[in-house]
C-alpha cells in the first residue's frame, strides 16, 4: 500500500511538471512565432473620456487581421477594453496578451481575471516603474494575477530599467519598449542597429528568459525625420534581423500629446488609413489597391 501511495505521489508531480512544461511552451512558442502588433483602439481619448463602441473595436480588429496580425497586445481592462481578448479569438487572432494599466485597480483586476479564458498572458504596468508603482508592488500584484488565472504574467518598461537584474527577473518573460526616436536616434538604419544593440544585451542579461520587445516603432510626424518613408525603411530593415519584437503601434492615437510625435507612431493613423509601411503589406496580401 506504502508502494502504491508513493506511486501514486510521483506520477501526480510527474503530471503537475509536464503541464507546467507544456503550458509554458505553448505560451513561449506564441511569443517567437506570432505576428504582434501593439494595440489601443481608435476613436478613443482618456482624457475626454471618449471610449470606442464594440463595432468600432471590430472594425480596427479586422484590419489588423488583414494586415497578417495574429497576436495583440492591450494596455488596458477598464471597460469595453475587457471585451477585446473575447472578440479578438473570436475573430481569428491567436494569441492575446492583455494589459492591466491600473495595478491598483480592483475593478481593472477583476475585469482582466474575468476575461482569462481569452487571454495567453498578462502585462501589468507600463513605463511607470518608480513612479506609479515599485518593483515589490508590482511582483506582489503579478503574484496574485498569476494564481488567479494560471496564466503568464509580466510588465513593460522602458529599455533603461532592464539595465536593473531585479527588473530582468520580474515576470514569466521579459517585455520590454525600446524606442531610439527618443535616445535622439532618428536615422532609420541606426535606429534599427540601436534596437538589435539594445536587444542583444538584454538577451545576455535574460538567460534565456523568453523576450518580445513589446514597443519598438518609428513616429511619422512632428519631427524633420519623422516621416512615413522613414517609419518603412525602420521595419523593412527590422524585419531582417533577429530581433524578436511586436509592431508599435497599430492606429495614430492623437490623445497623446506630451511630445511631438507621440501622436503619431501608428501604422495605420487616426482613420484607420493605412500609412506607407503597412499599405506595402496590404498589397502584397491582395487586401488594399
Known amino acids: 500500500m506504502k508502494i502504491i501511495c508513493a506511486l501514486l505521489i510521483i506520477l501526480s508531480v510527474i503530471c503537475i511538471v509536464k503541464n507546467s512544461y507544456s503550458f509554458d511552451t505553448e505560451f513561449n512558442d506564441k511569443l517567437y512565432q506570432l505576428k504582434w502588433v501593439a494595440y489601443s483602439p481608435t476613436n478613443y481619448s482618456p482624457y475626454s ?13 479586422k484590419l489588423l487581421l488583414e494586415a497578417g496580425f495574429n497576436g495583440i497586445i492591450t494596455y ?9 481578448p473575447e472578440t479578438a479569438k473570436r475573430m481569428g ?7 492591466v494599466w491600473d495595478i491598483f485597480s480592483q475593478e481593472e483586476l477583476q475585469a482582466a481575471i474575468n476575461a482569462s479564458s481569452f487571454v495567453d498572458g498578462y502585462c501589468l504596468g507600463n513605463e511607470n516603474l518608480g513612479r506609479r508603482y515599485e518593483i515589490e508592488e508590482l511582483d506582489k500584484v503579478m503574484s496574485y494575477v498569476r494564481q488567479a ?4 504574467v509580466t510588465t513593460s518598461e522602458e529599455i533603461t530599467d532592464y539595465a536593473n537584474e531585479r527588473v530582468v527577473k520580474l515576470g ?31 538577451l545576455r542579461a535574460a538567460k534565456g528568459k523568453p523576450t518580445l520587445v513589446k514597443e519598438v516603432g518609428f513616429p511619422t510626424k512632428g519631427d524633420i525625420q519623422a516621416n512615413q518613408k522613414n517609419q518603412k525603411i525602420f521595419f523593412n530593415l527590422l524585419e531582417k534581423t533577429e530581433v524578436n519584437f511586436a509592431y508599435f503601434e497599430a492606429f495614430d492615437q492623437p490623445w497623446k500629446m506630451h511630445l511631438e ?25 491582395n487586401k488594399y489597391p
Open 49 to 61: 473620456g471618449d471610449y470606442p463602441t464594440l463595432s468600432s473595436i471590430e472594425e480596427d480588429l
Open 76 to 84: 488596458s481592462a477598464h471597460g469595453i477594453f475587457a471585451d477585446i
Open 93 to 99: 487572432f491567436q494569441g492575446v496578451i492583455m494589459g
Open 149 to 152: 488565472t494560471q496564466r503568464p
Open 172 to 202: 514569466d518573460w521579459i517585455f520590454p519598449n525600446i524606442h531610439p526616436f527618443l535616445f535622439n536616434t532618428k536615422d532609420p538604419k541606426k535606429a534599427v542597429n540601436f534596437v538589435r544593440h539594445a536587444y542583444k544585451i538584454l
Open 261 to 285: 510625435i507621440e501622436p503619431y507612431w501608428g501604422l495605420f493613423d487616426k482613420n484607420r488609413r493605412p500609412k506607407r509601411f503597412i499599405a506595402g503589406k496590404l498589397k502584397e496580401l
